[in-house]
């Protein structure tokens, strides 16, 4: 059955401290994104890849660290200088490849919803 | 600088009626338009998409049209059930696989 997972559900951490959102995919999919949503907005784009290795900025970078060693997973770090890091953490994927039925549909996992006190 | 706007923050539909939802860009780059359902504490789950070189898609009880002139899509839902209570998506592409979001409108079906 494939999918993404986001764990954990809920995250608790103080204030200062680092912490690592771990996104899995084993839909085979190239591209990988996250996005935070916070009340009364839209979804934002933290960080996106499209290739294993490689990775880019997306509109609210700033605060945050990525890594994409292996195509099923792409864990995002919450470091100490994101200034508002409480917020419901989304992560997606998408299909990349020519055959894809549709290149911009992205699939959502769950989401960890990220406490910072 | 918001490019997806979705203007109504709540609707509410009696159950069997017609729900609208309508959605505004400014970017003329954008040339592809989804719209995602998303239940609290859940990541959201695509409804329908449609190209720019099409005006109308239809899935089910679900339909978009896009008026590229007037820059606006809107997703129709007919007829509405109580399990479309959520909050609704508009997402627009252009040219790469990135998706700007607008802020979402929740519906709520009257039962």
């Known amino acids: 059955d494939g999918g993404i997972t986001q764990s954990p559900k809920y995250l608790f951490r103080k204030e200062g401290q680092n912490v690592t959102l771990s996104c899995e995919q084993n839909?085979?999919?190239?591209?990988m994104y996250w996005y935070r949503q916070d009340p009364g907005q839209g979804l934002r784009l933290i960080y996106y890849s499209q290739i294993v290795n490689d990775f880019q900025k997306g509109d609210i970078a700033e605060g945050y660290s990525v890594s994409r060693e292996k195509k099923e997973s792409f864990p995002l770090t919450v470091t100490s200088a994101q200034k508002n890091p409480t917020a419901f953490y989304l992560c997606?994927?998408?299909?990349?490849?020519?055959?894809?039925?549709?290149?911009?549909?992205?699939?959502f996992g769950p989401g960890t919803r990220l406490t910072v006190t | 600088d918001q490019q997806v706007k979705q203007n109504s923050p709540s609707l509410s539909v009696q159950e069997g009626r017609i729900s609208i939802l309508n959605c505004d860009y400014t970017n003329s780059m954008f040339d592809y338009f989804l719209w995602y359902k998303k239940y609290p504490a859940e990541g959201p789950t695509f409804l329908i998409s449609?190209?720019?070189?099409?005006d109308k898609n239809e899935d089910g009880r679900f339909t978009v049209f896009l008026n590229k002139s007037a820059k606006h899509l809107s997703l129709h839902i007919v007829p509405s059930q109580p399990g479309d209570s959520a909050v609704y998506f508009c997402a627009a592409a252009g040219g790469n696989e990135k998706l700007t979001f607008g802020t979402g409108t929740r519906l709520t079906i009257i039962p």
């Open positions: 997606a994927s998408s299909d990349r490849s020519p055959a894809g039925l549709d290149p911009y549909e992205q699939y």
């Open positions: 839909l085979n999919h190239d591209a």
């Open positions: 449609i190209s720019s070189i099409k």
